[in-house]
């Protein structure tokens, strides 16, 4: 990519991520909803941080920090970097406002543009860093979503982000299973393109005959699952799960409520019913394990995943379009919503490929320091960048997450 | 007074809210620091929603909520109107954002000019309860100021609510005790003039002779006790207050930190360094009585405070006067310092006077539910309005709250 | 009191505690319920370490430890002493077992034998320190019985401390109010006899004319207070008492239970039905002043109930009876139920005399330091000794306590 | 197996258990430490409870229980069978006692061996479950040693469960790495012989070619990882390792403490010095990943482990040496100290092997529920019992757990 393209690109980046700031107020992106959640503000300072660590201060000579104070307010995790303003207490803060960040946020671009415009030596490896810089921004696209999203759930008022039309669909079509081979199989990503180290190496796995369902599971499925009361029965559960299930009180996912004895969910478009044919959304690990088990059947594995979806179309309902929510299946056959709807648990936990070495330096840091008690998911979802995701792409959570939009594929 | 006169004061005490929001930003006003602390959008909704409920839903024909989500949402703790939003949580709401609560605060205000200027026939009544909403307005004027310092002083940037100049004192006239007579004596309030529930009835009390100093207890006396290990010695201290300081790590009081070996304390003014002749603020009843213990004397009782203060000036440094600080005692004799620097902690725990009586409804649920685990305060701080105190006035924290405008006077 | 009286009061007051010891097994001794309650071990081992602290170590010459690690294992609160191993995890301790707790004690009895045998020049001043140890090893003889209680009642096989019979009484005799006049008034202690130092020094207070109830509240009574819910009208309670109702999930007294639809009790005779007329018993203060407001009338302050017991004879149904059950009230007219039965909570916190100094050196901590958050009860239990209450004695505990015998006395 | 066979092995396995018990007083038997631990009274009487639900209840026609409280008090976690008392309960229960406990041990020993003598028709089936009881009775006999050691650890007067000599060894052997080659492999159970479900069913693997260390991580090593700053450099840290070291103060494995500069470790034989050539132990699997990636290596996979151990000797330090500490490493070349030392962390998390089905019935609870947030540990401890091993056999625990006997091997 020649450096006019990638100011390009990161301009654009850079932008979407205001365009998503839109329809905001100063208030709400003040609040922190619980520990997991970021401020907006925080979202839109803490990305650019992370050019200002590391492409400003060290690619662009004479650099002098915006406000000395960021280096510790916006650092999320680097302690190579230095002491970081704790996480839990970054809804304790009401300064910089949205309008200092945005004037951070110019202040950054202007030189990380002039710094594309007159290239350092080192321009090949800031070009990879500056890479690196724009997929994490986009993973805080899709967090600024999900946290405001929750951040507004605890608002009786039930505010929207944005005023939108549910998706129609009278039904699902029918789930159907296709089958695929044991064998010696790769996965993980090799090549050209970007992809982050934990996709890496490409290696040998074997895996026995599987299936995999053709759709994702809909709320009116999950429905059934709460009707046969699975949220009251610890046989179907894991030991964690169930505990959590008693602790927490999940009756139904993360967003539903009950009114007048009909299932809304609360949604970036407001309150509104329970689609039937919609994926189920915003379900935990334990919640899809238990699903499945209930099913008799189970979760698919990282690799089944892969290898099923390594030669499908990259496409879907992805942030760019608008939706903001999981669309129901169409009629076309052959495997269906593997992209751009919701993320999709798998039973693999969160760990290191063999051969894998973390990055060098801080950036060592992003991924492989969390390679503990958390699952693998895969697809994107309606609040990922479409350029952002690609078949090797591991996310990971925790088991007990709930606020992303997490959903839910069948294997046997 | 007159309608016209109540209106005035109504329209000018209302005013007065909006003039502290004056220097904040719209950020400023979302964020709930600890629980005690409520978002400054809170106080200015709630105290309008007092005003709603009290006196236009119940003097007003045919008033229809501005929204009814209200209700709940800015009902504090009067059970009797109904369930309230967790006072935990009110950090967790960006809406409705300042300028509509600006516009609730409006729109109210109107309703009620309009009443006063056509008075229904309860207008005694209404008058009555009218004056309890101003008074309560102008507690929640001083816990505006409180609270958002709590929220700045989470902030490494240190932001100042406003920019102002330390008070200068080289030193302060030496402590003296003023000696009283033992006897049967009155307190309590009585006859017109406005007073809470909790000041009546006016009743006899024993008093033993003693002794009251003659001025507040100053930043350098108590750098004298930090630095003799008031901090490290237990048998300074209650049990409870003991516990409290190893749970929480106390080593000054609140807002004070050393840099580079010098004492600073966190102002609404921004950081600067401790004054050794301005009454010490932000110490709670644990370190006051320790102080006191220290100083080998002891705190007085309410009763004695108020005997003392009864025919005393009520002037000061009340919060109009815009110091938002305690000043330094001056150099005049006699008892100093009474009424508007800090709250004085006494050793009275916060409990009914004989004969006591709750207001009838739900306004009795103002004072009387308290009076448990909480001590007396006594004089109003450089945050209370000066038409807001009388000799009577009975305030009451915790002991271990510090983030009030609270400090000591010594007795024996 | 001579030596020799002095020795066999200490002998019969240690040997009651072993008394007490007899229907236990070892690892009854063991348990630690919650960080109120101690182990049974522990108890004995403390009141041991009491007399080996003040008594021996300072009057003793030569005196050396039974064991150094007592000194640090067996200090409840005195850091005059030194260090303490931390209360809340006195029930993760195994050893020293029940026996070599019992040698200890014998090895201590031994020498303060020895020392009152052969008295040393200082002994009238050991002898008013063992006069306080007597009464402290009292006052543990009673938790010792309240504390099994609490670790019994947590075994759903409800283990019965003795098997007894309850008391039966058809009915209580009518609750009258006794009237008594306004005036200025004496209470605290003053002359001979044993007091401790939270009783002194004897002092004026004026009474308004005031009335008595002249027998405690029952469970019939209280169960009134249940059925008409009481226990889900905020209204009813202090605001800290309602969080603590809803909190705790409190709907009964503590011990209180519903089987097949009857309220059962769990007492140190095991699990048994609810009798109408006896006291009602392990109430909080929250509890007590709940049931007061429902009631129409108030809890008495400890002035009102010590200048009205003052003159009565203390007889009940004190510990050493073994009823270990308040009794029902008889039918003699009068005051009744002063004494014996359940500690009564009062409306006064628990604060200093004026005039008040704390004993010199450690013993200056037992009482002193707890003056914060707590209210005095008077009268004493079934569990307490008779000798060791008087009408000046002054019990305290925080208004959410359970699980001492303590009931209700009314007044207006 | 036949039955008499079976019924010889059945006693003498649950006559180990009460071996276990013979150095410890009945007070011992009470205490939980902390959540994961159980008193010894309660595994005495689980694993009794075991064999009476799933044995003698199933398969003794006309079986009355010894005690029906005894259902609720001691099911662990079977929720097909029905209610449990809390886990983090257990140590509030005094009764039954352990003499109680032994006598229902020993009535139903009595009717187990009757049931073996007379033998139902479903024989087989029951032999099969008895089994179960038999590896699960020797899980809890490690699990009473390692809850014991917790137990005394926390009382500062060091008891010892048993007087016993440190092993001597001057120093280890070099540390080598054993090479083996990349392939398509085998692990899991299959055949005659016990294994649990959680190691069936033997399935393909494909391993890269990966070096093994020949023997454990010293104490003498471990203490190089310390002097170097292991325990204060996040960079060596997974991140949710790095919150425990911080949250929890970890500065050394558990039961190590510095005395007067140097490192000691309490053990079953009380306190001693650490020794450097032994190997390292109760270090939790954060801190051995935190030393291989300091030592520029990692931990091993399962699959490795089992691919190297599957041929090896099972022989070692096992429980019935009478040890209760793990061998320093012997002269001998090869893969040594696999079995019988300490547990060995690996790097998989513990899930189900592809095609795994859970046990039917309440016995699929055993170990499938567990599958999430856990690690593998292979190898056996010093406190295993040797015929409880096998090269398949997969025990499990939390990342941040330290109780066990649990090492480090290294791999690259």
């Given at each position: 990519m020649c450096n006019r393209e990638l100011r390009d690109r990161y301009l654009a980046i850079r932008q979407f991520s205001e365009?998503?700031?839109?329809?905001?107020?100063?208030?709400?992106?003040?609040?922190?909803?619980?520990?997991?959640?970021?401020?907006?503000?925080?979202h839109l300072a803490h990305t650019t941080w992370f050019f200002e660590t590391f492409i400003l201060k060290r690619y662009l000579s004479g650099y002098s920090p915006?406000?000395?104070?960021?280096?510790?307010?916006?650092?999320?995790?680097?302690?190579?970097?230095?002491?970081?303003?704790?996480?839990?207490?970054?809804?304790?803060?009401?300064?910089?406002?949205?309008?200092?960040?945005?004037d951070?946020?110019?202040?950054?671009?202007?030189?990380?543009v002039r710094l594309l415009d007159d290239p350092p030596q080192e321009i090949a490896e800031a070009a990879g860093v500056l890479e690196v810089g724009l997929h994490h921004e986009q993973q805080h696209q899709e967090l600024m979503l999900t946290d405001i999203k929750h951040v507004f759930s605890c608002n009786p008022q039930?505010?929207?982000?944005?005023?939108?039309?549910?998706?129609?669909?009278?039904?699902?079509?029918?789930?159907?299973?296709?089958?695929?081979?044991?064998?010696?199989q790769q996965i993980g990503h090799a090549g050209q393109g970007f992809a982050f180290d934990n996709e890496l190496p490409k290696h040998r796995v074997f895996l026995e005959s599987y299936q995999l369902a053709d759709r994702l599971v809909t709320c009116g499925e999950f429905l059934?699952?709460?009707?046969?009361?699975?949220?009251?029965?610890?046989?179907?559960?894991?030991?964690a799960g169930w505990a959590e299930v008693q602790s927490q009180g999940w009756q139904a996912p993360l967003y539903w409520q009950r009114q007048e004895g009909d299932w809304h969910q609360f949604t970036l478009n407001g309150?509104?019913?329970?689609?039937?044919?919609?994926p189920v959304c915003h379900v935990s690990y334990f919640e899809a394990d238990a699903y499945a088990r209930w099913a008799g059947v189970r979760l698919p594995t990282e690799a089944e995943w892969e290898i099923t979806a390594v030669g499908e179309q990259i496409e879907?309902?992805?942030?760019?379009?608008?939706?903001?929510?999981?669309?129901?299946?169409?009629?076309?056959?052959?495997?269906?919503?593997?992209?751009?709807?919701?993320?999709?648990?798998?039973?693999s936990p969160y760990t290191a490929y063999p051969g894998y070495a973390a990055t060098e330096g801080a950036l060592g840091e992003y991924n492989g320091k969390f390679m503990c008690n958390q699952l693998v998911l895969r697809g994107g979802s309606?609040?990922?960048?479409?350029?952002?995701?690609?078949?090797?792409?591991?996310?990971?959570?925790?088991?007990?997450?709930?606020?992303?939009?997490?959903?839910?594929?069948l294997a046997k």
């Open positions: 365009t998503l700031l839109g329809p905001l107020q100063p208030e709400d992106c003040v609040v922190q909803s619980m520990p997991d959640v970021s401020p907006t503000r925080w915006v406000d000395p104070s960021y280096e510790y307010l916006f650092n999320s995790y680097y302690n190579t970097v230095g002491e970081q303003f704790p996480r839990s207490r970054r809804g304790l803060l009401s300064r910089p406002t949205v309008r200092e960040v945005c951070y946020r110019q202040a950054v671009d202007e030189r990380v039930n505010p929207a982000y944005r005023r939108g039309k549910p998706p129609h669909a009278d039904s699902a079509p029918q789930l159907r299973f296709q089958r695929y081979d044991e064998g010696l059934e699952f709460i009707d046969d009361g699975g949220y009251k029965r610890p046989e179907l559960w894991l030991s309150l509104r019913p329970v689609v039937a044919a919609e879907g309902n992805f942030v760019e379009s608008e939706a903001l929510h999981p669309r129901p299946a169409g009629e076309d056959s052959g495997i269906r919503q593997l992209y751009g709807d919701v993320w999709e648990w798998t039973s309606c609040a990922t960048s479409q350029s952002h995701i690609r078949p090797t792409y591991r996310n990971f959570f925790p088991p007990e997450a709930r606020w992303q939009f997490t959903g839910i594929r």
